[in-house]
């Protein structure tokens, strides 16, 4: 099928940048069809005069949490500024007369790019300037939802605004939804990919697969990463330090065959898992045996790993002592930042009545997304 990302529709581009100071928000995976950089191209045919990094770098070289901070990009000599962790200066986007938006998104409120977009639409509506999207596909495809809507008490830094864990939204379609339902009110312009559906995902596609971070290698990362990120909030290794991040997690204290048999007997579909054994070269346990279970997908349109991230933490913290939560007397424990709730900390928490609620909730977030959809 013809596929078109945002940041190929020249034309369009040139109509309302060509002249005027650029500042671009992009990393290693603001890229064209033929594997050339946004920033490069930009910075050879328009007047760009600042670039933003998220979460990871301009270049994709820093690991998770890594600081950012400013410096001149080697490849353009443009100056870089940082909009992760730290306290933003709006004289960062005085300088520019409008602000464009191209990062390949993974499609899960948790993941930090989107908020480096949210930032620049809630400061140029202060400022009077217009933003720009250069639309993606959503590798996770825009059909399924998946998780609690976060809680606004725990908005955070992985997690701001109304959003499901897995939200089924290209990033133009998240844009236009935060700046209507939070009455940001910035002028707004997204361009969209051709020939997109909300039928497509990575696998209809046929695109390269660029790794948005260090530690989503590859689609299946990505889609597991959706249940499997909870463990971040734990003593559980998330799998960070080998080959297969988010698709095996374990701890030298695990009883694998136990977790295992728990779940088969759910009666779960799309999925095995199988026991495993891995050494992590950083992170969590680095440099320790940890008895572990690989989850190998079968079917990701029936697969579910919201809720098989949850049955396996909740089914862990009642039977192993050894599991530790980050923070567990606090109700910003990082665990409840990712889950969008605190519910989980409750005593009387009842994960399959939790998820079926929380279904109930989705449908709810989906009828007011709709009039935002592009494709």
């Known amino acids: 099928m013809a596929y078109l990302h945002g940041c190929e529709r020249i034309d369009a581009l040139d109509s309302l940048i060509l002249g005027k100071r650029v500042g671009l928000i992009t990393n290693h995976t603001g890229l064209d069809k033929d594997l050339r950089s946004t920033a490069d191209l930009f910075s050879e045919r328009y007047r760009l005069c600042a670039l933003y990094a998220p979460e990871h770098g301009i270049r994709g070289d820093l ?57 620049a639409i809630e400061r140029a509506a202060r400022l009077g300037k217009k933003v720009i999207v250069l639309d993606r596909y959503n590798p996770l495809g825009l059909i399924k939802t998946e998780g609690a809507i976060l809680d606004s008490r725990l908005w955070s830094g992985v997690g701001r605004f109304a959003l499901p864990a897995r939200y089924a939204l290209t990033v133009g379609e998240l844009a236009r939804y935060v700046n209507g339902e939070f009455s940001f009110g910035c002028e707004l312009e997204i361009l969209s ?75 779960m579909k799309g999925f095995k898992l199988r026991e495993c054994y891995f050494t992590p070269t950083f992170s969590k346990y680095k440099g320790e045996l940890c008895r572990g279970l690989q989850i190998h997908i079968s079917d990701p349109d029936i697969f579910e790993p919201f809720s098989l991230g949850l049955y396996i933490l909740d089914y862990i913290r009642k039977t192993h002592n050894e599991l530790q939560i980050r923070d567990s007397q606090s109700e910003r424990a990082f665990l409840n930042l990712l889950l969008g709730t605190d519910e989980f900390m409750r005593n009387n928490f009842n994960a399959e009545e939790f998820l079926e609620r929380k279904k109930r909730e989705l449908s709810a977030f989906e009828s007011v997304v709709r009039s935002y959809y592009l494709y």
């Open 63 to 119: 690991q998770a949490g890594g600081r950012v901070d400013s410096y001149i990009d080697e490849k353009t000599q443009i100056p870089v500024y940082s909009m992760y962790k730290i306290s933003l200066d709006d004289d960062i986007f005085r300088g520019v007369d409008v602000i464009v938006y191209d990062i390949q998104d993974v499609g899960v409120r948790f993941y930090t790019y989107i908020y480096a977009l949210t930032e």
């Open 193 to 267: 990919c051709g020939a997109l559906s909300r039928n497509d995902d990575y696998r209809t596609l046929g695109l390269d697969w660029v790794a948005p971070s260090p530690n989503l290698p590859s689609y299946e990362s990505a889609l597991a990463y959706v249940g499997t990120v909870l463990f971040e909030g734990t003593n559980i290794s998330e799998g960070r330090g080998t080959t297969k991040p988010f698709e095996v997690f374990g701890a030298p204290w695990l009883r694998t065959d136990e977790v295992k048999k728990y779940i088969e007997g759910l009666g």
